[in-house]
Structures are given as structure tokens and as C-alpha cells.
């Protein structure tokens, strides 16, 4: 209990420092309603406000009214799925918030970022919300469809540091590494901060569409015609592809809010109770192979729990997907709000490799 305690402390306090970023850039705006929201869903069936406990609808209300409020004052996306587990839930909308809206990224670089992930997923949910953020942002629409169709898009289309955001993040959603080349030349066009925040960002949006593509989440009945299929399924051999040129270690960047939030949020789950070492280790094993190409050692010996764990995880990070079996096994053993943990552990264990690969080194986990 007092790890806890202390884990929760240190989240609060990175988490602080990035909503007071958003705060002091997004003006006070009246408070919205929740009351009559009802949520959506195919897996976890949409949850109305009337359903919600106290935990969740304190979750829902964060969520609302906030910086996302600009775009999104339904809570459509992921959060019927991370009000499952409130806290966590709560945790992983703060910090999403404070990624995008903290950045210093251009609208058009915060979607060029989002685009790899939800391409890179085929998460069709994200795309039909992003895709339109693109446009608005001034994007070409011959860059988001060649993009939606698996092609190049023509990076002439673009400005130097737009172009250089889609780099950066389109190589390490599809290599996972970043070669030395974009490593150059997008850190001397971006910066420091923005460099690190475009990566961070394309990260946090896998978290986002694993976590609808797990749910299945649906388009909204009023999505135009045509709009479920816009985004072109990517064959197996498309998910992965070795790095186009050198990968050399670097000296490691300054470590920002985002780093000590992120590792916060996974010590925090590391100290979730309901989550056993082995289940840990399980994730972290998945994880470590989509990373690094290469298969740890197996444990000598783990529970039914972990070989759920260990199958619902490479499944997901292997196929972007899950398919009724391996889902309601997962469900079974974990329950709503365990599982929830489990995907949140995939997704922050992720962030992490992120911050390393641009730093041109293999993943590392310590829960492995």
C-alpha cells in the first residue's frame, strides 16, 4: 500500500507539470454536460452516465472538459473502453490531453504523427476521426489517401518539418527503430521538443487504436458512406520492415514531463496488485519481440493468467487485432477492468521503447 501511495504521488506530480501546460495554453471555456452522454461500443458495450459509478463518471468529466473539448465533447474514441478502470482511464486521458495539446507541434504535425499510428493499426475509428482533423489542418487529401492506401505519400506535398514529422514517425511505427539519416535531420528541423513530442505522440495514438481496434470500436451512424473502408487493410508483411539505413546509439535526449509521466504510469501499474509479476513479465516478453525482432527467454515456469496474458499481448502487437477466442479468454481471466491494465501495460511499455529507439537502442523492461 505504501508503494502505492508513493507511486500515485510521483504520477501526480508529473502529471501536474504537463496539465499546466495545456491549461496555460487552452482558455476557461463554461463546463459542458455529462449527464446525457451514452457512450459507444461493440466489445465493451457503450456505458451510459446513468450506469457509471462515482470513479467513472469523475473519469468522464475530466475527459469532457478539457483541451480535447476543442475536438471531442462526446468522449467518442477509447474511453468507453478506459473507464473500465477509472484510474488508469483518468491517468491515460491526462496524459494523452497533455501530449497533444502541449507539444509545440503544428496541427499539421500533430496529425501527420497521429496518422502513422492509426495507419500503421489500421484503426479505422481513428483514421475516420483524423483523417478530417488532417484536412482541416491543411494536410493535401492526396497525402492522407495515399497514406490510407498503404502507398508513400509524396513528401514534396508537404513543408521540410511536416515531412520530417512523417519520417520520424512513420519509421518507428513500421521498423521501430529510427534510422540515423531522419534521426539528423528531423532533430535539426524540429528541435528538441518537438523531435521528441512528434514520437511521443505517434506512440501514445498506438495506445489509442489498439485499444478501439481490441474494442472494435464503431463508427458513429452518421459516418458518410463509404467511410468504414477508407482505410485499406495491410497484409501481414506490411506490419514490419527493417530499418532503410544505419542505426547507431546516440547520446540519449534530456528527459521531458512526458518521460517521468509515462514512467510513472507504468510504475504505477507495475504496483497493481491485481496484475502478478508473472502477468507482467508476460506483456513485457510480447512487447520486447515486437521491438527487438528477437524472443526472450522464456520463464521457467508461469500461471494459466500469464499464458493468457502472453498470448492476448503478441497477438495483439503481432496482428493489430485479437480475434472472439483470444478476447473472451482474456476477458475471462483478467475481467473488465484487469484487461483494461493489461492493454494500458502494452501501450505504456511501448512509449517507453519509443523514447529509447530514438536514441538508436534495443527495448528494455524491467519487468522482463
Known amino acids: 500500500m505504501l508503494v502505492r501511495r508513493v507511486v500515485c504521488a510521483m504520477l501526480g506530480v508529473a502529471l501536474t ?220 508483411s506490411a506490419l514490419y520492415r527493417a530499418p532503410a539505413g544505419p542505426v547507431t546509439a546516440r547520446p540519449a535526449l534530456p528527459t521531458t514531463d512526458y518521460d517521468r509521466a509515462i514512467e510513472a504510469l507504468r510504475a504505477r501499474l507495475r504496483a497493481d496488485g491485481d496484475l502478478p509479476d508473472d502477468v507482467r513479465a508476460a506483456v513485457s516478453h510480447a512487447v520486447l519481440y515486437q521491438w527487438n525482432r528477437m524472443r526472450p527467454a522464456a520463464d521457467a515456469a508461469h500461471s494459466k493468467m500469464a499464458g493468457v496474458a502472453d498470448r492476448f499481448a503478441s497477438e495483439l502487437l503481432a496482428t493489430r487485432a485479437v480475434s472472439d477466442e483470444t478476447f473472451a479468454a482474456a476477458r475471462d481471466a483478467f475481467g473488465e477492468r484487469r484487461l483494461v491494465n493489461v492493454i494500458v501495460l502494452i501501450g505504456a511499455s511501448n512509449l517507453h521503447c519509443a523514447k529509447l529507439a530514438l536514441a538508436g537502442n534495443a527495448c528494455s523492461l524491467d519487468d522482463h
Open 17 to 236: 507539470a504537463l496539465v499546466a501546460r495545456v491549461s496555460a495554453q487552452t482558455p476557461p471555456a463554461q463546463k459542458l454536460p455529462i449527464e446525457q452522454i451514452q457512450l459507444r461500443g461493440d466489445r465493451f458495450h457503450g456505458l451510459s452516465y446513468a450506469e457509471m459509478t462515482p470513479e467513472q463518471r469523475v473519469m468522464l468529466d475530466h475527459t469532457v472538459n478539457s483541451a480535447r473539448a476543442v475536438t471531442n465533447t462526446t468522449a467518442n474514441g477509447p474511453f468507453n473502453v478506459l473507464l473500465r478502470s477509472p484510474e488508469i482511464g483518468d491517468l491515460v486521458q491526462q496524459l494523452g490531453n497533455s501530449i497533444r495539446f502541449a507539444s509545440g507541434l503544428t496541427p499539421a504535425q500533430r496529425e501527420l504523427a497521429t496518422l502513422a499510428a492509426g495507419r500503421a493499426w489500421t484503426s479505422r475509428y481513428e483514421w475516420y476521426a483524423h483523417a478530417r482533423y488532417a484536412a482541416d489542418a491543411g494536410i493535401p487529401a492526396a497525402v492522407v489517401d495515399a497514406i490510407a492506401a498503404g502507398r508513400a505519400p509524396d513528401l514534396g506535398a508537404l513543408s521540410k518539418d511536416e515531412a520530417l514529422t512523417w519520417r520520424l514517425a512513420e519509421e518507428l511505427m513500421f521498423t521501430r527503430r529510427v534510422t540515423d539519416a531522419t534521426y539528423h535531420d528531423a532533430l535539426a528541423a524540429l528541435g528538441e521538443q518537438r523531435f521528441t513530442a512528434a514520437a511521443t505522440l505517434a506512440a501514445h495514438y498506438e495506445l489509442v487504436s489498439m485499444t478501439l481496434n481490441v474494442d472494435r470500436y464503431p463508427l458513429p451512424s452518421n459516418a458518410p458512406p463509404g467511410a468504414a473502408e477508407a482505410l485499406a487493410a495491410l497484409p501481414q
